[in-house]
């Protein structure tokens, strides 16, 4: 019991020094969602062949809403596959607000930020220009459809169809993710007490070179929990850099599960979805790579 009350009141008081910060970051969020979210669905959608350099930098906005627009204009075939893949793996749903919380990770969140846009860009140019004659017509999306058929702002309007306040919905987000950490903490904190610190260092680090790889697979969960879980775990020292990178690369947050929902070929989302995973294994695999070598 006095375990459980120290890991508690450590956890308790370790989150709420969080709280102040991650308002600020989502009360930001919100307030871009809602005076310019149909400017920044106008350029994903008018971006054409060349949609991945505005749909990464709009996709790195610390939400899932923009990964969840995107795949509706893909199965509408307003955007390419390249445009898409960039909004996935720009996305980092919670993790961004959660280090913003944190002042000694600014500069980690920075270098994060800049690899996932950079790369986005790199593997949506790649796809839509460099490999469009290998990929199916089918798959590449783009062109075809009409975004004036699409309505991506429901989740902001109240009962009677008018603008929720940006701060309830700010305060909303704050206190979901603030019970997310303090779980996350309470019961991580207590497994580390358990089993020992070295142990669970031990067994994580084990992995070696697939930790990216499994970090990636975690980061398909279309929950914002899975970026929660992660940005937590490198944290606490358990994840590498690199396997922080492979798990918000996938972490498209519900893009991933509203592209199954919309997109009628199951063929095409298993294909998505397997890009999304061996494309975040493979940046993670490479900049593990990268510090083996440069040190």
Request: glycine residues 10%; charged residues 15%.
């Amino acid at each position: 019991m006095e375990l459980f009350l120290d890991v508690l009141g450590e956890s308790l008081v370790d989150t709420a020094k969080m709280l102040p910060f991650l308002f600020l970051a989502y009360l930001f969020i919100e307030y871009v969602e809602n005076r310019h979210g149909e400017r920044i669905e106008a350029i994903l959608a008018g971006g054409g062949r060349w949609g991945s350099v505005p749909a990464a930098l709009l996709g790195c906005v610390p939400q899932c809403g923009f990964s969840a627009i995107a795949s509706n204009f893909y199965a509408s075939r307003v955007i390419s596959l390249g445009t898409l893949m960039a909004v996935f793996l720009a996305t980092s749903d919670e993790a961004v607000p959660l280090l913003v919380s944190m002042p000694a990770y600014w500069d980690k969140l920075v270098l994060l930020m800049v690899i996932k846009v950079l790369y986005a860009i790199a593997v949506g140019l790649v796809l839509d220009f460099v490999l469009r004659g290998v990929l199916p017509r089918s798959l590449r999306g783009g062109y075809t459809g009409s975004v004036d058929e699409i309505d991506c702002h429901e989740e902001h309007s109240d009962e009677e169809g008018k603008p929720a306040p940006i701060w309830k919905a700010a305060l909303r987000h704050t206190l979901e993710i603030f019970v997310f950490i303090f779980v996350f903490s309470l019961v991580f904190g207590l497994i580390v007490e358990g089993v020992g610190e070295d142990v669970f260092a031990d067994a994580l680090g084990r992995m070696g070179f697939f930790q990216p790889v499994v970090a990636a697979l975690v980061g398909l969960i279309p929950n914002c929990a899975a970026s929660v879980l992660l940005t937590q775990l490198y944290v606490e020292g358990a994840l590498r850099f690199s396997s922080l990178v492979a798990g918000l690369c996938t972490g498209a947050g519900v893009g991933l599960a509203v592209l199954w929902r919309a997109n009628p070929s199951w063929k095409q989302n298993l294909f998505i979805t397997g890009l999304t995973w061996a494309a975040g294994a493979a940046v993670g695999v490479g900049i593990q790579i990268v510090v083996a070598i440069f040190g």
